[in-house]
């Protein structure tokens, strides 16, 4: 009998020992909403304030729990090991699939071991749609700009974040899909920016899901071709997701013209001084330039009519690209610049839109001169109707 209380009381001295060499700290992982499984990922385990002192286990059976969604770490591992009153923290770690978890906390007790408050596996945001367009929806997928002036767009984007977590980061951005992208700055005509998108909580799709409004408000001279917005949403894990879309920019022709065109006082028999007459391209492709002159129709054959006789439209003449400023004769008038017409003629003008957001570089001058015949008094007026053109000028 003797021998038998002598052997066990050996075991005991040798398994104590053991025991109170551990403390384990023991917890449950939920698979996340979405069903992925949370069996086999990472949890690390560090003391408040010291990340780098840390210990990892795996989920699950292959794990120190050996079983299905359970770790087990002994915390009197770490090396700076565990006190009574130390507060742990727990996390699974992103093994490169954006599926995380937030903290856990457990605060270490004299038992030999502690459960932490159960962690759940985050559903990465997903993006279900994005759509960009402007205000007018028909037809889809085109936008019109405004000349001189801009055209709002929304890029609407719909998030499903299952968790219903707020999104701590949310926005988008527009380029021109050729020239530009996500990461090059902004500049009005190929790349423009917001990261103050609106969360419309008002709308109601399937469980978890978001809606954010990126707008955006696109100058006249955006460059006419496809522009990708990419929505981008982060979550409060930092774990981020973004989703596009392709519009079209149309072509728009415009242009805008000094007016009146004033000659001041001419005499009769004589050539008016030189006029210098601004055009400004409000589109957003290059463009050459109609002229036609009238008084009160088109094709009346006359530039002005005064109040003793008329100009006719012959004798309204324009150079558009050099300045003669001396005093000129009919001859000489005659040679240096073109005559007005009735009809509407097409001429070469190349002027590109505008390029530089700082200053408007889309400006050429042209210059004007009439000639007022003998015996015709004033005051005259009449119109030119300039336009903007694609065809080909002479």
């Not at 699950?60 to 079983?67: E, H, L, P, R, W």
């Not at 909580?201 to 990708?228: A, H, K, W």
């Not at 981008?232 to 009146?260: C, F, H, K, M, Y």
Request: glycine share 8%; aromatic share 10%.
């Amino acid at each position: 009998m003797k021998l038998i209380i002598i052997f066990f009381s050996i075991i005991i001295l040798i398994i104590l020992p053991t025991i109170s060499g551990a403390h384990y700290i023991i917890g449950y992982v939920n698979n996340a909403l979405d069903a992925t499984d949370a069996n086999g990922r990472t949890v690390v385990l560090w003391k408040t304030g010291n990340f780098s002192d840390n210990l990892t286990d795996i989920v699950g059976v292959t794990g120190n729990s050996m079983q299905a969604n359970i770790y087990m770490i002994d915390c009197e591992l770490l090396s700076d090991s565990c006190n009574i009153g130390d507060t742990l923290n727990i996390k699974v770690i992103d093994s490169g699939d954006n599926y995380l978890s937030d903290n856990a906390s457990v605060i270490v007790t004299g038992s030999g071991f502690d459960v932490a408050p159960n962690i759940t596996l985050n559903s990465p945001p997903s993006i279900q749609s994005v759509f960009v367009d402007d205000l007018i929806l028909d037809p889809l997928n085109e936008i019109d700009l405004i000349a001189a002036g801009n055209r709002t767009v929304n890029c609407i984007g719909v998030v499903n974040e299952l968790d219903n977590q707020s999104m701590q980061n949310f926005e988008a951005r527009l380029f021109d899909d050729s020239l530009s992208n996500w990461g090059m700055g902004d500049d009005n005509n190929t790349h423009y920016t917001n990261d103050s998108c609106f969360y419309n909580s008002s709308y109601i799709g399937s469980p978890g899901d978001q809606q954010y409004i990126c707008s955006f408000y696109l100058e006249y001279y955006s460059n006419p071709t496809s522009f990708r917005c990419i929505f981008r949403v982060e979550d409060n894990l930092s774990i981020s997701s973004n989703g596009s879309d392709l519009t079209n920019i149309n072509q728009l022709l415009a242009i805008g013209v000094d007016s009146p065109i004033n000659y001041s006082l001419v005499n009769s028999g004589s050539v008016s001084d030189e006029i210098s007459v601004n055009i400004t391209n409000y589109g957003n492709i290059k463009m050459n330039l109609s002229l036609r002159g009238f008084y009160e129709s088109f094709n009346d054959g006359m530039a002005m009519n005064c109040s003793t006789g008329n100009i006719s439209v012959g004798y309204e003449k324009y150079n558009l690209t050099s300045s003669n400023d001396s005093d000129l004769d009919i001859g000489q008038f005659e040679g240096i610049y073109s005559n007005l017409t009735s009809d509407s003629v097409i001429r070469d003008f190349n002027l590109n839109y505008r390029q530089e957001d700082s200053f408007n570089d889309a400006i050429n001058t042209t210059y004007w001169r009439i000639y007022l015949p003998v015996g015709t008094l004033g005051p005259c007026n009449g119109s030119i109707q300039f336009g903007a053109i694609l065809g080909t000028g002479i």
